[in-house]
């Protein structure tokens, strides 16, 4: 069992830049992948990228170039800074573990999710 929370949405303008945060506990965290994923009104969810529990990395078409992951093991933490947003960024941002430590696209392999944070990127 895992409980995941994500933090740091909001508001912002286009061009700018956010931190979300996904703080996990319960099990050893420094074995499961984390996963970003959004989900757009009227879209399906998508990942926009992922840190496995070697600390190996992917990122979508999407966010690469903008966005980076990170994660913090003794602080049982991922962040996810994004820059330049944009208006298409808008979406409610989910973190989710993968308990068999490595990145998937597909949502259907995660395990555990978190509620979600909603980030606004207003044009």
């Known amino acids: 069992q895992i409980e995941l929370v994500e933090s740091g949405g909001g508001l912002v303008q286009a061009g700018g830049s956010l931190r979300l945060s996904c703080a996990a506990a319960?099990?050893?965290?420094?074995?499961?992948?984390i996963g970003w994923f959004r989900q757009a009104p009227g879209k399906e969810r998508e990942i926009v990228c992922g840190?496995?529990?070697?600390?190996?990395?992917y990122y979508s078409e999407s966010a690469k170039g903008r966005f980076a992951i990170s994660r913090d093991n003794a602080e049982q933490t991922v962040y996810l800074q994004m820059n330049s947003l944009k208006p298409e960024d808008t979406a409610v941002y989910y973190c989710?573990?993968?308990?068999?430590?490595?990145?998937?696209?597909?949502?259907?392999?995660?395990?555990?999710w978190g509620k979600g944070t909603r980030v606004t990127v207003s044009s």
């Open positions: 989710a573990a993968e308990t068999d430590g490595a990145i998937y696209d597909t949502a259907q392999r995660y395990d555990y």
């Open positions: 319960g099990r050893i965290f420094s074995s499961v992948a």
């Open positions: 840190i496995n529990r070697r600390g190996g990395l």
